[in-house]
């Protein structure tokens, strides 16, 4: 199985900065790479898929990169409702493991 | 507008079953993966199982293989899985979600999730 291994799990930052999460992969899953947010209590909303693709509706504050195993979320300016957790997903093989999550607090 | 609604889950002891389905609408159905992501309470994620759209196809966590078995009636629009020898460890929401492409692309649509808890 490919374990997929995030960092920070959690995160202190102020409105306004810019942070990075990281995701690394056990073994190559080229761009098979998911980012997702969930806000607490609710379902996980698709942020990024094929590591660097930003879905419809998503602001543009969001990026993705990497390729192989190593992979960067990055949120260019913190806002006030990004203060939630993110995930990362490889779907390159089944079991399609999620990373243990990012929290992010002010 | 695309809608993902699951029912099912409830209190079961130790041993028992259940069968959480999800109803789908807003998108073709049958073109899409349908997968099961379960969450335990204050954990995160956990990929649980996967079914190609025309049915042909399942995948599986080890933890669940055995147990558990995904399906879907693309007549009705309808995922189901069902859960045998429940335990302990499998008490947390589920959600039921649509890949965004045929498959293996990310998953742009969830349900909002149904609880399984498994305790006597």
């Known amino acids: 199985d490919i374990q997929m291994t995030q960092s920070p799990s959690s995160l202190s930052a102020s409105v306004g900065d810019r942070v990075t999460i990281t995701c690394r992969a056990s073994?190559?899953?080229?761009?098979?790479l998911n980012w997702y947010q969930q806000n607490p209590g609710k379902a996980p909303k698709l942020l990024i898929n094929?590591?660097?693709s930003l879905q419809s509706g998503v602001p543009s504050r969001f990026s993705g990169s990497g390729s192989g195993t190593d992979f960067t979320l990055t949120i260019s300016s913190l806002q006030p409702e990004d203060f939630v957790t993110y995930y990362c997903?490889?779907?390159?093989?089944?079991?399609?493991?999620f990373g243990q999550g990012t929290k992010l607090e002010i | 507008e695309v809608q993902l609604l699951e029912s099912g889950g409830a209190l079961v002891q130790p041993g028992g079953s259940l069968r959480l389905s999800c109803a789908a609408s807003?998108?073709?159905?049958?073109?899409?993966?349908m997968n099961w992501v379960r969450q335990a309470p204050g954990k995160g994620l956990e990929w649980v199982s996967m079914?190609?759209?025309?049915?042909?196809?399942?995948y599986y966590t080890d933890s669940v293989k055995g147990r558990f078995t995904i399906s879907r009636d693309n007549s009705k629009n309808t995922l189901y899985l069902q859960m045998n020898s429940l335990r302990a460890e499998d008490t947390a929401v589920y959600y039921c979600?649509?890949?965004?492409?045929?498959?293996?692309?990310?998953?742009?649509?969830w349900g909002q999730g149904t609880l399984v808890t498994v305790s006597s």
């Open positions: 807003g998108f073709s159905f049958s073109s899409h993966a």
């Open positions: 073994q190559s899953i080229r761009n098979y």
């Open positions: 997903q490889q779907s390159y093989s089944n079991p399609y493991t």
């Open positions: 079914i190609i759209g025309n049915g042909g196809n399942t």
């Open positions: 094929a590591a660097s």
């Open positions: 979600a649509k890949d965004l492409l045929s498959s293996n692309s990310g998953y742009n649509y």
